[in-house]
């Protein structure tokens, strides 16, 4: 544990990772660094969706970073126009900015649409306003952490961004009731990942359509973690038949090596810009624009989001079979799914922790959720093999907590 000495000794501390030092991964497997093999359960946060070290992603990455890996976009390269045509032609829209991080995907949402609402929509200089839901995440950055809910992500960090309201999430008429003439834009997640893993009532994103489009708003779906497969289809919005005026892609879009992101947008939006108003050193390098290219390709050749939608069914059948009076509820949508405990009896770091032991690798939300997101290309004996070990590990703490419960009352 060499490396973790160093990093507890010079890292910032604004991470507390579980103890496990990885070295190694390959498909759905983690290797730490005394050989122990792990089923990796998080795909870092749905950023592994293809695998660790998918072979065919691989390729495409090392013969590329060999040919040529960053220019800037103050030149055309051969790499950029294919892999933007490919991500229109996967989501249905006309035009897409490239970035790097998810954050940086949503602050170019939040620019365009505030851009759209002057020049298009025309609303006066300076008053445009952006809707939120309670509960968002949206990435780390200043004016994204402004309009976070969670206190924990704002404290000690403003002053903040005006501009941004927030309404509940899953609630259409609080959406309507919060639309003014100085409305630019709704930002939502059709399924809250970093909340705890929380899908809306049926319908909601359809209704959120419907008045965003009667209301001259537009509707921008943050797919960062949602989108490319995780959720059982392409884009979570399409589980509505939504087609939002904007969508925000990363985290999958880089195939678990890079960070790759993209705003992707109608023409009317993506219209606002013009030459020097927005960019990025690394956005749409041919490195990351290839591999998320290939990454693109494979989802549809392989179909992963019907596969994730079928072993996503499958996780969620063994998860909700586990019998555990901790087990509050079990939900999600495709392989996005989260068990919430009842905070009286357990933490969610506590039976992360034991997961561990166990040789499976998640993480905690939110104190009391643990979410399992594994790559989208596992096997159905493999869900098998980790409920196995799941259910063990739940089991030992619901005994640990029984035993010192029974220590406490002097039983
Ligand atoms: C992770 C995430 C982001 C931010 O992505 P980063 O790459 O960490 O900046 C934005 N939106 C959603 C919905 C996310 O889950």
């Known amino acids: 544990m060499d490396s973790t000495r160093l990093e507890a000794r010079y890292s910032a501390r604004n991470y507390a990772p579980l103890p496990v030092e990885l070295t190694r991964g390959e498909g759905i497997h983690l290797w730490d660094t005394n050989g122990r093999r792990y089923i990796d359960m998080m795909s870092a946060y749905s950023a592994v969706s293809f695998g660790h070290g998918n072979p065919e992603l691989l390729q495409v990455l090392v013969e590329q970073a060999a040919r040529l890996a960053v220019t800037s976009r103050a030149f055309h390269t051969d790499r950029l126009g294919p892999f933007l045509a490919k991500i229109c032609e996967v989501t249905g829209l006309d035009r897409a900015l490239p970035m790097n991080t998810g954050a940086e995907a949503v602050e170019t949402a939040i620019k365009a649409a505030r851009k759209w609402a002057y020049k298009i929509k025309g609303v006066p200089q300076g008053a445009a306003e952006i809707i939120v839901c309670s509960g968002n995440f949206a990435g780390r950055t200043t004016t994204i952490v402004g309009f976070s809910t969670e206190e924990q992500y704002r404290d000690g960090f403003g002053p903040f961004a005006p501009g941004f309201r927030h309404v509940p999430f899953g609630d259409a008429d609080a959406l309507r009731a919060a639309i003014t003439p100085n409305t630019a834009a709704f930002i939502v997640e059709p399924v809250q990942g970093e909340a705890g893993i929380i899908v809306p009532p049926p319908g909601y994103l359809a209704r959120c359509r419907d008045i965003c489009r009667e209301l001259d708003v537009l509707l921008i779906c943050d797919e960062v973690q949602t989108g ?80 994730a939608a079928a072993m996503g069914h499958r996780l969620m059948a063994g998860l909700k079979a586990v019998r555990s009076p901790m087990i509050k509820e079990v939900r999600g949508l495709g392989l996005l799914i989260g068990v919430d405990f009842h905070p009286e009896m357990t933490t969610a770091r506590i039976v992360c922790e034991k997961l561990v032991e166990h040789g499976i690798l998640s993480k905690d939300t939110h104190g009391t959720v643990v979410r399992f997101a594994p790559p989208l290309t596992i096997q159905a004996t493999e869900i098998d093999e980790a409920l196995v070990h799941i259910a063990a590990a739940i089991r030992e703490v619901e005994n640990a907590t029984a035993a010192t419960e029974r220590i406490s009352l002097g039983a």
Do not use: Q, W, Y
């Open 228 to 307: 490319l497969g995780r959720t059982g289809r392409v884009l979570a919005c399409e589980h509505e038949g939504v087609v939002p005026d904007g969508i925000t892609l990363g985290k999958a879009l880089g195939g678990g090596f890079l960070p790759v992101s993209a705003f992707v947008a109608t023409d009317e939006v993506m219209s606002v810009f013009a030459p020097g108003d927005h960019g990025s050193t690394f956005g749409g390098n041919p490195l990351g624009a290839a591999v998320g290219h290939a990454a693109l390709e494979m989802l549809i050749r392989d179909d992963l989001a019907s596969h």
